[in-house]
């Protein structure tokens, strides 16, 4: 099995910056595409940004210019350091990994989601 921890939502003030975490451990013999995504209430689940093993970034339309998602390969953890937020960042974001749990077989994982509140 696979945990994935997520850290780092909360409260900020429009313009502000917060970075999330999401640390994966467990049985996993390799980390493929790591990314985070983000809901709204009665809206489906979108994209935010994804990041593969070697290090190729995607973003959406919306975070570009704003986004960072990084990775930490060592230590199986991933990054989102999101700036000049904006109220319609508003939303609990989720980070998502594709995993390994043996040689050629492949599971996805969710976190439990983070709650950011951005005000105007």
């Known amino acids: 099995q696979v945990q994935l921890v997520e850290s780092g939502g909360g409260l900020v003030q429009s313009g502000g910056s917060l970075r999330l975490s999401c640390a994966a451990s467990?049985?996993?013999?390799?980390?493929?595409?790591m990314g985070w995504y983000r809901q709204v209430p009665g809206k489906e689940r979108e994209l935010v940004a994804t990041?593969?093993?070697?290090?190729?970034?995607n973003y959406a339309d919306s975070g570009k210019g704003r986004f960072t998602i990084s990775r930490d390969n060592a230590k199986n953890i991933v990054y989102l350091q999101m700036n000049s937020l904006k109220p319609e960042d508003t939303a609990v974001y989720y980070c998502n990994v594709g995993v390994e749990v043996g040689l050629g077989v492949p599971r996805n994982y969710w976190g439990q989601g983070l709650q950011v509140t951005v005000s105007s």
């Open positions: 467990g049985s996993i013999f390799r980390l493929n595409a």
């Open positions: 990041i593969i093993r070697g290090g190729v970034t």
